[in-house]
C-alpha cells in the first residue's frame, strides 16, 4: 500500500521558517490534489493550503501570505515552506493526496503527521 512520508517538522522560535516535504513511498497514479492540514491539542483538523496538478493553490486565512505550497509531479512530492511562524501555528501537521486509480476508483491518503511547535 502507498504510503505519504513526511519531513522537516521540527520547533523553531517565532519569526522563524521551516519546510515541509512529503512524499509517496512509491509511485502512485493518478494523483491530482495535495495537500497539508494541521491539528493542534483540543481542536479539529483544519486545511492550511492544497495544490492541484495543474498548479492551482488554495490557502487558509491565517496563512495567507507566509506559507507557500509547491510540488513536483514528477516525484509525486509536495512542499510546504513556512515563513514569519507564529506560536498559533504549532500544531500536528498531515500530508493529504486525493486522486483516481486507473480502475477509476478514487483514493484519498494521509500521512503520519508531524509536529512543528513554535516558541513565543
Known amino acids: 500500500q502507498v504510503q505519504l512520508v513526511e519531513s522537516g517538522g521540527g520547533m523553531v522560535q517565532a519569526g522563524g521558517s521551516l519546510r515541509l516535504s512529503c512524499a509517496t513511498s512509491r509511485n502512485i497514479f493518478g494523483i491530482n490534489t495535495m495537500g497539508w492540514f494541521r491539528q493542534a491539542p483540543g481542536k479539529q483538523r483544519e486545511l492550511v493550503a492544497t495544490?492541484?496538478?495543474?498548479?492551482?493553490?488554495n490557502y487558509a486565512d491565517s496563512v495567507k501570505g507566509r506559507f507557500t505550497i509547491s510540488r513536483d509531479n514528477a516525484k509525486n512530492t509536495v512542499y510546504l515552506q513556512m515563513n514569519s511562524l507564529k506560536p498559533e501555528d504549532t500544531a500536528v501537521y498531515y500530508c493529504?493526496?486525493?486522486?483516481?486509480?486507473?480502475?477509476?476508483?478514487?483514493?484519498?491518503?494521509w500521512g503520519q503527521g508531524t509536529q512543528i511547535t513554535v516558541s513565543a
Open positions: 495544490i492541484t496538478r495543474g498548479g492551482s493553490t
Open positions: 493529504n493526496a486525493g486522486g483516481r486509480y486507473l480502475t477509476g476508483r478514487p483514493y484519498d491518503l
